[in-house]
């Protein structure tokens, strides 16, 4: 997808009338409700994927301050072009006096997504200010029980934005645009067997850093026709020993496009390794880059399974993605 569509496509949603929501109006986030008497209007907001999906619903002028961005974190022209006046307020992780501070009334974050289980920033901590807080869906599995990541998450989060900011047809084009896109590639790749085996790639040099089933890149991987090899690790993203890698000898290695390093950087850390030498991807050299915004939960996860398709089954998909 190129800049100039995803430019239209905002330009499309935001022209959009809006819907009004019913308030008081309560939405499920992890395993509590919230309730609102009135669209927030002071949005802090964690990470560049949620912000993405606060842009792509046209809700840029909500946005006050954001958080967790760092210079080596990749993101997209567009998503800057739209912050453009907007300061940041943590490279990292916000205080509590961070946020009251900038009189926010809706920090929209996720655990290890802004938010520590036990630590000094949740919703429990921000209740008494008046702040609350709407949690990233895939990042509930650190507060609740959990089977697996599913889009169903990224589908639910824009749904519950739509009614908490009274822009449900932004919301409902958005989901359909992506469940279009994606089922396209799903009776694609249908009966497409044996399912390649796909190792995420993180960072990390001593242990690398993955994603496991509660994760999403492991419904990225599926609905691309892939086989997560880390899908027995119950947990999201995470750290794994190099021998399990060896012992589940991925065909495919899909390098994240973020960090200190560049994906080439770590293309060649990977194959300096002699531990992976007999590793099949290693010997064919047969990696997949995607940025950081397309393989957390976002819009930009549809264009990640596009992606992810036609380099699994290039012979489904001649020329239909770049």
Not at 45 to 64: K, R, S, Y
Not at 115 to 131: D, K, Y
Not at 256 to 281: C, E, I, M
Request: aromatic share 8%; charged share 20%; hydrophobic share 45%.
């Amino acid at each position: 997808m190129t800049v100039r569509y995803l430019i239209g496509l905002l330009a499309l949603l935001t022209a959009l009338p809006a819907m009004a929501s019913d308030f008081p109006l309560s939405v499920r986030s992890c395993d509590r409700n919230i309730t609102f008497t009135q669209p927030p209007q002071r949005v802090v907001v964690h990470d560049v994927n949620m912000t993405a999906m606060l842009l792509h619903l046209g809700l840029g002028e909500h946005i006050i301050g954001y958080t967790g961005f760092t210079a080596s974190k990749h993101r997209d022209p567009w998503v800057d072009a739209a912050l453009q006046g907007v300061p940041p307020l943590a490279s990292r992780y916000p205080a509590i006096e961070t946020l009251l501070a900038a009189e926010t009334d809706l920090f929209f974050a996720g655990w290890n997504y802004g938010m520590q289980v036990g630590g000094p920033v949740t919703p429990s901590t921000l209740a008494p200010f008046g702040i609350s807080v709407y949690e990233l869906s895939e990042s509930c599995s650190w507060v609740m029980a959990q089977q697996r990541a599913s889009l169903d998450d990224v589908y639910r989060d824009l749904g519950n934005l739509g009614r908490i900011f009274s822009v449900e047809p932004q919301a409902d084009a958005l989901i359909a645009n992506m469940r279009t896109r994606i089922g396209d590639v799903q009776r694609r790749v249908e009966h497409a067997q044996p399912a390649p085996r796909v190792f995420l790639y993180d960072s990390g040099e001593d242990r690398p850093t993955t994603s496991g089933r509660l994760g999403v890149p492991q419904a990225l991987i599926e609905a691309a026709g892939g086989r997560n090899v880390m899908e027995d690790v119950s947990a999201s993203w995470t750290q794994v020993n190099w021998e399990s890698v060896v012992e589940r000898d991925p065909q495919v290695i899909l390098i994240v496009d973020y960090g200190p390093s560049t994906w080439q950087q770590k293309r060649d850390f990977l194959l300096r390794q002699p531990a992976l030498k007999d590793v099949q991807a290693i010997r064919e050299q047969r990696f997949i880059v995607l940025t950081y915004l397309e393989v957390t939960p976002a819009v930009e996860n549809a264009l990640a399974i596009e992606k992810l398709s036609a380099a699994l089954h290039p012979q489904l998909f001649q020329g239909a993605v770049q």
